[in-house]
């Protein structure tokens, strides 16, 4: 259905903390939450639509919400945006739609937020695939790496719209001709809608030391050729949890769903189908 909107509109959910949660909703069965990464016009919908109608497909509940301060969702002028602000609107989410046994599925800032809630609710959470998950290295990290250090100059330089777009995103594809026209088209518009806060320095610790609380099942995804977010913490993730599984995933930047769709798709029904 068209609308008036960059992404197709979905659906709300008003939660107890005064967020409103934009997401969509296809497929019944466990539910499987779908965490968008950071950076300028990022939504549910632009980051994982060539994957939930699988997961729906195979059985599953998949629900996409737009990350508070981003897409559709409510964009509080806050200071700063920091990771008990994003599990909070995800809480919200949860509990407005009375969900249990979740699966949640994050990528880069959305795996940080994934990793965060696991920690800060467990019983809620039966399984968690991460993809290249923020949260494993400290601040001055992940500030040095390629990606990250372009996204800041960008910004700086005032460049704005499609052009920036392209700018920030190019870096973040190991094929930068995967970055189609249709991706900048539905982020551009909502980043011009973001606040400051999005676009600064995001509040997130290192919980590297808290891993090994996780007593979920971990699938993990990293590209080697990640510039935005160091490949060694794959390391992280299976020197610390109990129970993960990373695949290190060659010719891939920091988007594994969008660059290597089909292997993804397949692994993590699997995953959840069979273990």
């Not at 937020?113 to 990290?141: F, K, N, Q, S, W």
């Not at 995103?169 to 809608?193: F, G, H, V, W």
């Amino acid at each position: 259905m068209p609308t008036s909107h960059p992404i197709p509109e979905g659906h709300y959910a008003d939660t107890a903390t005064g967020l409103r949660i934009h997401y969509h909703d296809m497929g019944a069965g466990q539910p499987v939450i779908f965490l968008h990464g950071a950076g300028g016009g990022a939504s549910g919908y632009s980051n994982f639509k060539g994957n939930y109608p699988e997961f729906a497909a195979a059985g599953f509940r998949a629900i996409v919400p737009d990350l508070a301060g981003y897409g559709l969702s409510s964009k509080p002028d806050l200071e700063f945006y920091d990771l008990d602000f994003f599990i909070s609107g995800i809480k919200g989410l949860v509990d407005t739609l009375g969900l249990k046994n979740l699966v949640l599925l994050g990528n880069s800032l959305g795996g940080a937020v994934a990793l965060g809630y696991a920690l800060a609710y467990p019983d809620e959470v039966d399984r968690l695939i991460l993809m290249a998950p923020g949260g494993v290295e400290d601040l001055d990290t992940y500030l040095a790496m390629p990606g990250i250090a372009n996204m800041f100059e960008i910004y700086r330089s005032g460049l704005t719209g499609a052009d920036a777009m392209r700018a920030v995103m190019t870096k973040q594809l190991y094929d930068p001709s995967l970055l189609t026209d249709e991706i900048i088209n539905e982020r551009a518009p909502i980043a011009a809608l973001q606040t400051q806060a999005a676009r600064s320095i995001l509040k997130v610790p290192n919980m590297t030391a808290r891993l090994g609380e996780l007593r979920a099942p971990v699938l993990g995804f990293w590209g080697v050729n990640d510039l935005f977010n160091p490949a060694s913490g794959a390391t992280r993730l299976t020197d610390h949890c109990p129970q993960a599984r990373v695949m290190l995933v060659n010719r891939c930047g920091h988007w594994v769903q969008v660059e290597h769709r089909e292997m993804f798709n397949r692994t993590c029904i699997d995953f959840l189908q069979h273990g």
